[in-house]
Nanobody, 115 residues
């Protein structure tokens, strides 16, 4: 059974930092591309960042320079380090793993940036 367990969300003031984690079980983690997505109220879900099996990363322009995605294949975990957070980063953040047409999503966790 495939499981994606997310952690690290919460509340932070503008300019603060959070680190999201997504621990995977039930699959060969190293074979999957990993990504983080987010969905703000009233908006569509959007890509935040991805990391391929070869550790090639890509980012939404709105988070470049502030967010960093990384993966630890030994721990079967993908991370999203979020620095210099802004109120517009407030959203539910989701972990996604994919390989060809196979896709799995995490449960999503709220991140709120507010003073």
């Amino acid at each position: 059974q495939v499981q994606l367990v997310e952690s690290g969300g919460g509340f932070v003031q503008p300019g603060g930092s959070l680190r999201r984690s997504c621990a995977v079980s039930g699959v060969t983690f190293s074979l999957y591309s990993m990504g983080w997505y987010r969905q703000a109220p009233g908006k569509q879900r959007e890509l935040v960042a991805t990391v391929t099996t070869n550790r090639i990363t890509s980012y939404n322009d709105s988070v470049k320079g502030g967010f960093t995605i990384s993966r630890d294949n030994a721990k079967k975990t993908v991370y999203l380090q979020m620095n210099s957070l802004k109120p517009e980063d407030t959203a539910v953040y989701y972990c996604k793993m994919s390989r060809n047409s196979v896709v799995f999503w995490g449960q999503g966790t709220q991140v709120t940036v507010s003073s």
